[in-house]
């Protein structure tokens, strides 16, 4: 290999007592050196055997790691030749001036998205809920959450939550929930969003198929109607490996 193996495998620059099993912190370094660019797309990693030696672990841990990142599609294992850094796939641009769907998204760009529903229903709100929607605790917010896929490759998870009035039936939303607000007469006419950069965890993680602590991003949207009332607001975690936002900026003309 052409990088320093010695140096980016020894055991004190991936492994923290009490920070989880060691072939996950491992496979959360290796995923890291990928999506920073210190392991490079078609290197390959060194044999199983020497892999373990270099960070001083059983091979049984390595194996487990490796796959880790094969499930995450960041390594590849070729019959008879070894393991192999992936190429990041295309980056998708959504612009964060034009207030369009997912779904709407993937078709302008000929890929075809779906929509796995992972919880709907009509729920009290919550004290964020409350004041991002403005709504009195007494009603109910209908809530849907969903994993965005293009092309079969997990790319974002949504957390949407609207007033029950907006949408009093979260069972009708299947693929594109601007579709069934304008639909309704009920769709925005605008949003202000807020992006940051967070570390996916846990259960987020494995829906999105990416090492644990992997950088990814988090967009907060509320939406509004013509007449200035808020009527949707969406967390969203986007895979920043394949998702790029962009947006337009224009003088002010002072």
């Known amino acids: 290999m052409t990088m320093n193996a010695e140096s980016l495998f020894q055991p004190e620059t991936w492994h923290r007592?009490?920070?989880?099993?060691?072939?996950?912190?491992?496979?959360?370094?290796?995923?890291?050196?990928?999506?920073?660019?210190?392991?490079?797309?078609?290197?390959?990693?060194?044999a199983e055997r020497?892999?373990?030696?270099l960070a001083d672990v059983s091979r049984v841990t390595v194996r487990k790691a490796v796959a880790e990142l094969v499930e995450a599609g960041l390594i590849e294992q070729r019959r008879g030749a070894g393991s192999f850094v992936m190429g990041s796939a295309p980056k998708t641009e959504q612009s964060l001036s034009t207030l369009v769907s997912f779904t709407e998204n993937m078709q302008a760009r000929g890929r075809v998205s779906t929509s796995r529903v992972l919880d709907r229903g009509l729920f009290p709100p919550s004290p964020d809920e409350?004041?991002?929607l403005g709504l009195s605790p007494s009603v109910s917010v209908a809530r849907i959450e969903r994993l965005r896929s293009a092309d079969d490759t997990p790319m974002a998870i949504e957390r949407s939550s609207l007033p029950s009035d907006i949408l009093p039936d979260p069972e009708a939303v299947e693929t594109s929930l601007y579709a069934v607000l304008r639909?309704?007469?009920?769709?925005p006419s605008r949003a202000i969003q807020r992006v940051t950069a967070v570390n996916v965890k846990g259960a987020d993680?494995?829906?999105?198929?990416?090492?644990?602590n992997t950088a990814i991003l988090q967009i907060d949207r509320t939406a509004y109607l013509e007449n200035?009332?808020?009527?949707?607001?969406?967390?969203g975690f986007y895979r920043s490996d394949i998702y790029d936002f962009v947006s337009e900026l224009r003088p002010d003309g002072g």
């Open 130 to 132: 409350i004041m991002a």
């Open 50 to 53: 020497d892999l373990a030696e």
């Open 183 to 187: 639909r309704r007469g009920q769709a």
């Open 205 to 212: 993680a494995q829906l999105l198929c990416l090492p644990e």
């Open 17 to 46: 007592p009490g920070q989880g099993p060691r072939y996950l912190q491992l496979s959360r370094h290796i995923g890291r050196a990928i999506t920073e660019g210190t392991l490079q797309e078609g290197q390959q990693l060194p």
């Open 228 to 235: 200035g009332r808020p009527v949707e607001f969406t967390r």
